[in-house]
């Protein structure tokens, strides 16, 4: 378990003196005592009877340093030219307090905190919100039929649910919009359309700004004009930042529906990104072949010219 130390990275030992000691031995060992790397800690005052350090981490392993504190005074006093006094103890302003802490009080203070990040992790994986996109969403031209359809499909699945609103026609702003989702504690952000190939198609680089590693195979792939398609294809895409999920469908109603099934379906038989991410496009792929065997594939293919051909991941 990870603890955020919100720039309260200092912590400091009093009742120890120093007599010709080694600064770097003295950082070393108590970065040693706390798990982190030699050069994670450093010693920033020495005064008399007092030494103060610093961690150079935001994030430090809760395990690695709750109760560590009579390890680390054990190991300093070990250290040539360093003096434990009797009375010597650690302090600190923020979560590095918890060093001081008995081993037995910080075994309780773990397992609490492992079971109230458990429950808020839960909370927060049941919270999902829905964006739509688009000018023409926007501008009223075209009725928004997806977000009523998921955000149902969300609430009889258990899920406490919201519209977001609709993302802009801009990768930097629709990742800004998804990115306020994420700090308002929504475990499952879903959009609805911008994943196709035109220039104003932004969707997936909005979730890739948020999670690089995001997964986006294709939906269909064709040659670009440039003129009216300027990308390869469709796709969608899966990604993840902590425990939330992040998933761009597609915005006709149909393949909207598809993906959201698809994706209640995984998200109950616990599959990962990646292997949700398989599903829904798979689910879409499989549509597509349907559509073009049949030769019903005209009308779909407006928006999409160029020589089409099934996506590949």
Same mark, same amino acid.
């Given at each position: 378990m990870e603890w955020e130390l919100l720039e309260k990275t200092t912590f400091w030992i009093d009742d120890i003196d120093l007599n010709n000691a080694n600064l770097g031995q003295v950082a070393e060992v108590t970065a040693k005592a706390l798990g982190l790397m030699p050069e994670e800690v450093m010693v920033v005052d020495v005064r008399l009877g007092l030494i103060a350090f610093?961690? @150079?981490? &935001?994030?430090?392993? #809760?395990?690695a340093v709750a109760g560590k504190g009579e390890e680390i005074l054990q190991s300093l006093a070990a250290l040539p030219g360093v003096v434990v006094g009797a009375k010597a103890a650690i302090h600190s302003e923020g979560v590095l307090g918890f060093i001081a802490l008995d081993p037995r009080e910080a075994e309780e203070v773990l397992e !609490? #905190? !492992?079971?109230? !990040? /458990? &429950?808020?992790? &839960? #909370?927060? #994986? /049941? /919270?999902a919100i829905v964006f739509s996109s688009g000018a023409e969403v926007i501008a009223g031209k075209i009725e928004d039929t997806n977000s009523p359809y998921i955000l149902q499909q969300l609430e009889n699945h258990g899920f406490k649910t919201r519209f977001g609103g609709? @993302?802009?026609?801009? !990768?930097k702003a629709a990742a800004a919009g998804i990115e306020k989702a994420l700090e308002a504690g929504y475990g499952l952000i879903i959009t609805t359309g911008g994943v196709g190939a035109e220039d104003k198609d932004y969707s997936i680089e909005a979730v890739l700004r948020l999670d690089p590693q995001a997964y986006t195979p294709w939906i269909l792939k064709f040659t670009p004009d440039y003129h009216r398609h300027h990308k390869e294809g469709v796709r969608i895409a899966v990604g993840q930042v902590g425990i939330a999920l992040l998933v761009a469908l597609p915005g006709p109603h149909e393949e909207a529906r598809l993906g959201c099934d698809r994706l209640l379906e995984g998200l109950d038989r616990g599959l990962s990104a990646p292997e949700l991410a398989d599903v829904i496009v798979g689910a879409l792929r499989e549509r597509w072949r349907s559509m073009m065997n049949k030769g019903g594939h005209e009308h779909e293919l407006q928006r999409h010219s160029g020589n089409v051909s099934e996506g590949g991941k």
């Open positions: 610093d961690v @150079l981490k &935001q994030k430090v392993q #809760a395990e !609490a #905190a !492992a079971e109230q !990040a /458990r &429950q808020v992790s &839960q #909370a927060v #994986a /049941r /919270r609709i @993302l802009e026609d801009n !990768a």
